[in-house]
């Protein structure tokens, strides 16, 4: 087996584990659909945004919760597979550590991509318009995010042992990470104290690159958006790379 087979192998043997896996793909869709439509629409009859629907607003941060939700919490998939002893098989097979995690991370990210477009197209419900170029950037930056969470998650799910303690250290990132990326606020008229919380997560680039594609309203240029996301993903990404290297 070549690496090239072997990281093809890896990919599609999380791709067909998502495909049937039908209830994971409502639920995934569910809970951000319940953010857009129950707190969306309740918060956004007593919030004004400048002309902005405030649905519409936080569209692009619900966008970015289902990609880092889904991405990181994929993670998880390697405990389960360590518990089953899969991971075992797959760690002595003839394959590098690097293969074995980018073919890990690219089921990940294919996960999570099918996820967001299909959130994505729930856009148009709330009056969105797309061009192909706005799809075309939207899902460059839900990749790019997803290469970076997906990473962090498998980076923890290498070092658990049990699913209840995977969940607990996650559920301690991924919240901070999603409330202080101004998903649901405004990030320009923060206290200064917030602000510099909302300005160290890397999250909220991903969630204003989005804003500014999507809807043309950004706090930063949309430039600085993907280049800060993009190291962010660079990191993680070798961060990866060297756990994975390491696992016995």
Same mark, same amino acid.
């Given at each position: 087996m070549t690496e090239l087979d072997g990281l093809y192998a890896l990919w599609y043997r999380e791709f067909k584990v998502f495909l049937r896996e039908k209830s994971r793909?409502? #639920? =995934?869709? +569910?809970?951000? *659909?319940?953010?857009?439509?129950?707190?969306?629409?309740?918060?956004?009859?007593? !919030?004004s945004l400048g002309g902005t629907n405030y649905q519409v607003f936080i569209f692009p941060g619900i966008l970015t919760m289902t990609?880092?939700? #889904? =991405?990181? +919490?994929?993670? *998880?998939?390697?405990?389960?597979?360590?518990?089953?002893?899969?991971?075992?098989? !797959?760690?002595?097979?003839?394959?590098?550590?690097?293969?074995?995690?980018a073919g890990k991370m690219l089921g990940g990210c294919t996960d999570a991509l099918i996820q967001g477009a299909l959130m994505l197209a729930f856009?148009?419900?709330?009056?969105?318009?797309?061009?192909?170029?706005?799809?075309a950037f939207a899902m460059i930056f839900m990749l790019v995010l997803a290469s970076a969470t997906v990473s962090i998650g498998l980076v923890i799910g290498s070092?658990?042992?049990?699913?209840?303690?995977?969940?607990?250290i996650v559920s301690f990132l991924v919240f901070p990470l999603f409330f202080l990326s101004g998903a649901l606020f405004p990030i320009s008229n923060l206290p200064s104290w917030l602000s510099i919380f909302t300005v160290l997560n890397p999250v909220t680039y991903a969630?204003?690159?989005?804003?500014?594609?999507?809807?043309?309203?950004?706090t930063f240029p949309v430039l600085?958006?993907?280049g800060v996301l993009l190291a962010f993903a660079a990191g993680m990404i070798v961060i990866g790379s060297i756990a994975f290297s390491r696992m016995k």
């Open positions: 793909i409502v #639920s =995934s869709l +569910f809970t951000p *659909l319940l953010w857009i439509i129950v707190f969306g629409g309740g918060l956004g009859s007593s !919030v990609i880092l939700f #889904s =991405s990181i +919490f994929f993670g *998880l998939y390697i405990v389960w597979d360590k518990k089953i002893d899969f991971f075992k098989e !797959v760690l002595v097979a003839p394959l590098s550590r690097l293969t074995i995690f856009g148009v419900v709330l009056g969105l318009s797309y061009t192909l170029l706005t799809v070092r658990m042992e049990s699913p209840e303690g995977f969940n607990l969630v204003d690159g989005m804003r500014g594609v999507m809807l043309g309203i950004s600085l958006d993907f």
